[in-house]
């Protein structure tokens, strides 16, 4: 059915509207890829931040959305002492302190 053609039938009322809605087909609704009740936010970035956001998220192999709900994350687990590091910073850390100091 053609947009002017819904638009007509559901202007005209009556049992017409209900008619259209019993004409379609059920919506396949894509199944959430988590167990946990998810909100969708809009953030405005620049362009140049976003780009470097998506390079980051594409060399880890997962997605732009994943990469900044794990930076959020760990940034609030920083205000509450939680602090989450990656396992790079841990070993890079380990490496320092296993280097000899200069007498």
Sequence with gaps: MHRNEATKRFHDAG?????LIDETQPAELPTP???VPMVSRSVRLPL?????????A?????????????WIEAGLADLDESAT???ADV????AALSRPTAA
Excluded: F, K, P, W
């Design 15 to 19: 049992d017409a509207l209900a008619d």
């Design 33 to 35: 890829d988590t167990d």
């Design 48 to 56: 140049e931040t976003y780009d470097r956001v998506r390079a980051a």
């Design 58 to 70: 594409e060399a880890r192999g997962i997605g732009v959305t994943t990469l900044m709900r794990q």
């Design 85 to 87: 590091v990656s396992l």
């Design 91 to 94: 070993r890079r850390a380990l």
